[in-house]
Nanobody, 121 residues
Framework: VQLQASGGGLVQAGGSLRLSCAAS????????MGWYRQAPGKQRELLAT???????NYADSVKGRFAISRDNAKNTHYLQMNSLKPEDTAVYYC????????????????WGQGTQVTVSS
């Protein structure tokens, strides 16, 4: 199983971006998909998660501005980011947690490679 994150870029403050995280390989079950970010000199921060049942949770820093969603048929989850601020500038990572794939066996977590989001003031 591999995750491929995409959709980052340069945007002005107040703008929007949509990140995508596509999983390759067969995923039979999973616990949750999530988005994290890491700004230079800072720790990786959890932004949003969505469970296999569709329950969502958000960090206070993005609540009301970001929305996580998923398309199980496409093995893809998304992060819609609105009202972007310069402090949202970071590398954004996707994660799949508690994944069972019959080709791999066992339960594993997987990370995407990261996509850069830069918000100019």
């Amino acid at each position: 199983v591999q995750l491929q994150a995409s959709g980052g870029g340069l945007v002005q403050a107040g703008g929007s971006l949509r990140l995508s995280c596509a999983a390759s390989g067969v995923i039979s079950t999973y616990n949750a998909m999530g988005w994290y970010r890491q700004a230079p000199g800072k720790q990786r921060e959890l932004l949003a998660t969505i469970t296999s049942y569709g329950s969502t949770n958000y960090a206070d820093s993005v609540k009301g501005r970001f929305a996580i969603s998923r398309d199980n048929a496409k093995n893809t989850h998304y992060l819609q980011m609105n009202s972007l601020k310069p402090e949202d500038t970071a590398v954004y990572y996707c994660k799949a947690e508690g994944v069972y794939s019959p080709s791999v066996g066992g339960i594993h977590d997987y990370w995407g490679q990261g996509t850069q989001v830069t918000v100019s003031s």
